[in-house]
């Protein structure tokens, strides 16, 4: 039977078994939003800004480990999106992202609302597609879910000319596909796994260290499995945050610019270092040269040969799935004679406890000031630990990341890679729509609330309950850290004045708004919010101590173990 | 260090950019690049020289096998490998200039492929260091144009790179 190319569209979603497409539409999509309206097995959702279809999208898929789909205009539908494309390619989420775009007859004529498309997104996706001929439409849908989900995963973007949705031709949609440009590997190399696993017997101060691949591979079973087993210390990354429980007392908490001490000091002076899914970026290790001081030896387990051996060089590359290589090791450590190190692990056990017993993530709640930090232990109690969280950019991202103990993967929803302000509250959208039952809140800051505000009105639309907690300092508090700790305390344009009274703002989109001033109101507020209005969204606008700063920091350019501690100042 | 990477490649429109915009975006350096279809007409192949340590040669290749469209990459200078340029020169050739142009055309093995009253069109072949030694044994004011095809190579013997 001969469809359009806008009955196709929809048809491959339908065969995709999609349940959300997040999206605006416009001129250039008229005829599939057309076909969409005359079908029911998936719903479409009606964002406020593009930008928020993408964050939505990539949430949804944070959130299940499902593809999240958006689509979107040409011109500037299209721009608007390209901030929330990036955030997922940097931090690699499986996006399927349809443009639509002029008439194949008008590019490059400089039509209206005529962009680049491919162009523009082509260093911010996993691959694009530009589709020239109806007939090439099904099979390049198909390649696009494929792309996006197998190998190191990514957004990938296809960009519809109107014409093609409009023109006829036959429907097939491929089963499966091949290409021979693209083989992802899966199976580790066996002798490679063969000398990890030795190396990870000898050691004597040993430290695993997980990023978000653990998450995306849905292979924090494997991980706990593995660590369990060796009894080794764990710390995640802020993307790894769930993939292992941080309520267990092998693990050390997050490293990084802003991690633990003990995780930092762990890492820095580790062995052997068994890196999972993760890049060793630059927030992550601090100064490269300054990690290498340490003789250690590493193996990394990554999807991603580019990876691995790209900030720092390790000796056991592992290229492949991270659960399929955690089985193999797995394996191996079960049929292996020899048993981890007792003697060494005890005693590198000890130390590790010395360096906990720093404290370095406590903090003073007094009755004046409410303390972030504070803000978000209550959080998690009133929550069970059991919430979804979705994030902003900025110091309460950091706070959240610290003090919300996840115990579960996808549960932490943030923007780690690009650091994008606005996606807190469509992420939480997105998170909810792929788990109606869960609890959602979304930890912000009173300036990245602002960045996608509108979506307060998406929230009203589809009844989604979100807890809004606004961690309400009154500075873009990040860059005022940082202005206070390196640049002398001049605080260049971090004050954000003016603000809107966020209560009556929540009111206006028609939710409940509650304004807390007090440490004593907090309690009550969060179950107020989380209890009473349970099926409500609320804004919660919690005034906090406004001079609070992130602890631990490692500074720009510092080492791992150069930590400047709360204690310090 | 100065590397011949050979790409094999989908030939669809876009994927040279693809390749030029991961040079540009990583901050990785371009001698030169070529590229034309292969034998197979729905590859291309793509030649770049680049210089950098050994460590980011691996990111670049490893990065080039990343882009979907890339179907096999190699270091062509690891080993033994044959590489030629073409260039192109067009010269003035007047009175005792164009006697003595032609005699150092030949003496580099060079072709005049275009004539004029006064003027030669110079064909050459080899590798970088023949063209340059060319262009400094000719009086480089009569040089009018000069035009450089970039490097393209390929691996000795029974290094194949095929799809
Ligand atoms: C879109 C965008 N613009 C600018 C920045 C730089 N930036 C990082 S944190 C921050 C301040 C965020 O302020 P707020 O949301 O109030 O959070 P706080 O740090 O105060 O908790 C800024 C401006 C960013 N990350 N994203
Ligand atoms: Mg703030």
Known sequence: MQLTGAEIVIRCLQEEKVEYVFGYPGGSVLFIYDELFKQDQFKHILVRHEQAAVHAADAYSRSSQKIGVCMVTSGPGVTNAVTGIATAYMDSIPLVVITGQVPTAYIGQDAFQEADTVGITRPCVKHNFLVKDVKDLAVTIKKAFYLAKTGRPGPVLVDIPKDITTQKCDFHYPKSISMRSYNPVVKGHSGQIKKAAQLLLEAKRPMIYAGGGVILSDASDRLTRVTRKLGFPITQTLMGLGGYPATDGQSLGMLGMHGTYEANMAMQHCDVLLAVGARFDDRVIGNPAHFGQVARKIIHIDIDPSSISKRVKVDVPIVGNVPDVLDEILKLLEAADSKPDAKGLASWWKQIDEWRG???????QGSDLIMPQYVVEKLYEVTGGDAIVTSDVGQHQMWAA?????????????????????????????????????????VTGEASIQMCIQELSTCKQYRLPIKIINLNNGYLGMVRQWQ???????????????????????????????KIEKPADVEPALREAFVKHKNELVFLDILTDPTANVFPMVAGGKGLSEMILAEDL | MRHIISILIENESGALSRVSGLFSARGYNIESLTVAPTEDASLSRMTIVSIGSDDIIEQITKQLNKLIEVVKVVDLSEAPHIERELMLVKVRATGKDREEMKRVADIFRGRIIDVTESSYVIELTGNGAKLDAFLDAIDRSLVLETVRTGVCGVGRGDRILKA
Request: hydrophobic share 35%.
């Open chain 1, 484 to 514: 206070q700790m390196f640049h002398g305390n001049r605080y260049s344009e971090s004050y954000v004045d003016a603000l809107p009274d966020f209560v009556k703002l929540a009111e206006a989109y028609g939710h409940v708004g509650l």
């Open chain 1, 402 to 442: 610290q003090y919300y103990k996840f115990d579960k993967p996808r549960r932490w929803i943030n923007s780690g890679g690009l650091g994008t302000m606005g996606f807190g509250l469509p992420a939480a959208m997105g998170a909810r729509f792929a788990n109606p039952k869960a609890t959602v809140a979304c």
């Open chain 1, 358 to 364: 720093k404290k370095s993530l406590q903090y003073k």
